[in-house]
C-alpha cells in the first residue's frame, strides 16, 4: 500500500498534459468484440482500470497488444485489442468485482456469440448502482435475461433484434452497453433518452469507423441500423474532461495558473462555469484550457445533473475548492445516493460542511489544516488531494488505489507545476 504525502501553500504554474478519458477508454476498449478484425486504441491512460479491462477482455479471447509505433510519450499508450475468436462467454466474479465497468462486455458478447454470463457486478461505495436499465435495454432488443448465483445471463440465439430502447431516466452505461448491442442487431434501433455524455459521442464515431450505422450520438435519441459485420479501427481516445476539471480546481484553489494541455473546452463547459462562478479565469488557447486565479474563491451552487449538466464526477473536487471559498457553497448530489464519503475527510482536515440528504453546505474556511486522510473512492481521494495542495503543513492520502484508478502519474503531473507531494511506501 501507498501513500501520498502533500505539503500545502504552493501556488501551481505551468503546464499539465491531460490524458485519454477513462471513461471513454474503457467502452471503446469492448468494441473489439464486436468484430474478428484488431481494434487500435491511440491515446490510452495508463490506469488500473485499462489493465483491469485489458485482462477481462484477454479471458474472453482478445489478444491485448502494445501496438506497433506505440508513440510511449506523454500521448498515452497505443493498444490493439484483437478478438479473433471468443473463447468464453463468461465474466467471472473475481474479474467483474474489481471494477463495475466490466458489465460493458455484456452488449458485446451477446451481440456478437448470442450469449452472455457476466457477475453482476455489485455495489461499490458512491451507492448500489444496479444494472437494470442494461438487462432491459437488451430485453428490448429479444434477449432473454435469466439472474443466476450472481449472474446475469443474457442470450440471443438468433441474434438481437433492432427495437425501441426508452430509459426511464439517463444511464451512461446503460446507453453505452445498448449502443454496442445495437451495431450488430436485425433491424434498426431508436434509443430514446440516451445520455448525452461526450464518451458517448466518441464510443458512437469509434463504432463508425469500424462500419456501424449510428446516427443523432451526443443527443437525446440515438438511431442505430443494424450491420451483418464490424470490421478493425483505429482511434484516438478523447481527452478525460474530469482529469481536467480536477486540475483546473487546483490551478483556483492554490492561486496559480496552470494550461491543462490537450483538454477540450467543450467537453467540460458546466464544469468551467462553475469554476468562473467561483472566480476562476477560463481562456481557451490553441493546446488546451488556460485556468488562472483572479485572487479570490466565491461560494457557488452546484447539482450535479447528466450532461450537459454539472457532472457529479466534480462534485468531490468542487467540495474541496468550496471548504476554502470566501462565502458559502451548497452543493447537491442528485445521481448517486452516497457520494459524500470526502465530507467526513475533508471535516478533519477543518472544512465545515454540513449535510442535510442529499445536499451539504458548505461554509468557506479561511485555511485548512493538514491531517492524515483516507481515499474512499475515486474521486473523493482527489478532493482529499486537493486540499492537501492549499492546507497549512503536512497530508498525508491513504489508500492510493482508488486515485490510481483515474488518474495517470498524478504526483508527476503535480510536481511539473511546483507541488510538493511525495508517493512512499505506507
Ligand atoms: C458512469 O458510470 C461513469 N463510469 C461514472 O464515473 C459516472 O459517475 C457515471 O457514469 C455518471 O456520469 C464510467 O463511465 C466507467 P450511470 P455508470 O449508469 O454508467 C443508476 C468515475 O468516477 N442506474 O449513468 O455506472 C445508478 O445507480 C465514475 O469515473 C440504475 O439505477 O453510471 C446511478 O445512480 C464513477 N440502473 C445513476 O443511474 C442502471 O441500470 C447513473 O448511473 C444503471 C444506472
Known amino acids: 500500500m501507498e501513500k501520498l504525502v502533500i505539503t500545502g501553500g504552493t501556488a501551481l504554474h505551468g503546464t499539465i498534459p491531460i490524458s485519454g478519458a477513462k471513461n471513454a477508454a474503457l467502452p ?56 479473433a475468436e ?18 460493458l462486455v455484456l452488449g458485446g458478447l451477446v451481440a456478437r456469440e448470442g450469449v452472455a454470463t457476466v457477475s453482476l457486478p455489485g455495489g461499490c461505495a458512491i451507492g448500489n448502482r444496479p444494472i437494470d436499465l442494461h438487462l432491459k435495454a437488451l430485453e428490448a432488443l ?6 443466476e448465483h450472481g449472474y446475469v445471463r443474457a442470450s440471443a440465439p438468433d441474434g438481437l433484434k433492432g427495437g425501441t430502447v426508452r430509459f426511464p431516466f439517463v444511464s451512461v452505461g446503460a446507453t453505452e452497453n445498448i449502443l454496442m448491442a445495437a451495431t450488430l442487431a436485425k433491424g434498426t434501433t431508436t434509443i430514446e433518452n440516451a445520455a448525452r455524455e461526450p464518451e458517448i459521442a466518441d464510443l458512437a464515431k469509434c463504432l463508425n469507423s469500424m462500419g456501424a ?75 488546451g484550457v488556460r485556468v488562472r ?6 461560494g457557488l451552487n452546484i447539482v450535479t445533473q447528466p450532461f450537459p449538466g454539472f457532472p457529479t464526477d466534480m462534485q468531490a473536487q468542487f467540495m474541496a475548492l468550496a471548504s476554502v471559498a470566501e462565502g458559502a457553497s451548497v452543493i447537491t ?65 491513504n489508500r492510493l488505489y482508488h486515485l490510481d484508478r483515474g488518474y495517470e502519474r498524478l504526483e508527476e503531473k503535480l510536481r511539473q507545476v511546483g507541488a510538493v507531494v511525495e508517493r512512499v511506501p505506507s
Open 28 to 83: 471503446l476498449m469492448c468494441t473489439c468484440l464486436l468484430t474478428d478484425e484488431p481494434v487500435t486504441l491511440n491515446n490510452l491512460p495508463r490506469l488500473a482500470d485499462i489493465a483491469t479491462l485489458s485482462d477481462l477482455l484477454n479471458h474472453l479471447g482478445a489478444s491485448v497488444t502494445i501496438a506497433a509505433g506505440s508513440r510511449g510519450t506523454q500521448r498515452g499508450r497505443k493498444l490493439t485489442f484483437h478478438a
Open 86 to 103: 471468443i473463447h468464453d462467454t463468461v465474466a467471472p466474479y473475481d474479474m467483474v468485482r474489481k471494477m463495475r465497468a466490466s458489465i
Open 142 to 147: 429479444g434477449a432473454k435475461i435469466e439472474l
Open 213 to 287: 450505422k449510428i446516427t443523432g450520438a451526443g443527443h437525446e435519441t440515438i438511431t442505430v441500423e443494424g450491420v451483418e459485420k464490424l470490421h478493425g479501427t483505429v482511434h484516438d481516445v478523447m481527452p478525460d474532461r474530469i482529469e481536467a476539471g480536477s486540475y483546473a480546481i487546483a490551478a483556483l484553489m492554490t492561486r496559480g495558473n496552470i494550461l491543462l494541455e490537450g483538454a477540450n473546452a467543450h467537453d467540460m463547459q458546466a464544469s468551467l462555469d462553475a469554476l468562473q462562478e467561483a472566480g476562476g479565469i477560463v481562456e481557451v488557447e490553441e493546446n
Open 293 to 298: 486565479s483572479n485572487g479570490h474563491v466565491g
Open 333 to 397: 448530489e442528485a445521481i448517486f445516493e452516497n457520494r459524500f464519503m470526502h465530507v467526513p475527510e475533508l471535516g478533519r482536515m477543518g472544512a465545515d460542511i454540513t449535510v442535510n440528504g442529499s445536499s451539504a453546505t458548505v461554509r468557506g474556511t479561511a485555511k485548512l489544516v493538514g491531517a492524515e486522510v483516507m481515499a474512499t473512492d475515486l474521486r473523493a481521494s482527489m478532493s482529499l488531494v486537493l486540499a492537501g495542495l492549499v492546507a497549512e503543513g503536512e497530508t498525508t492520502v
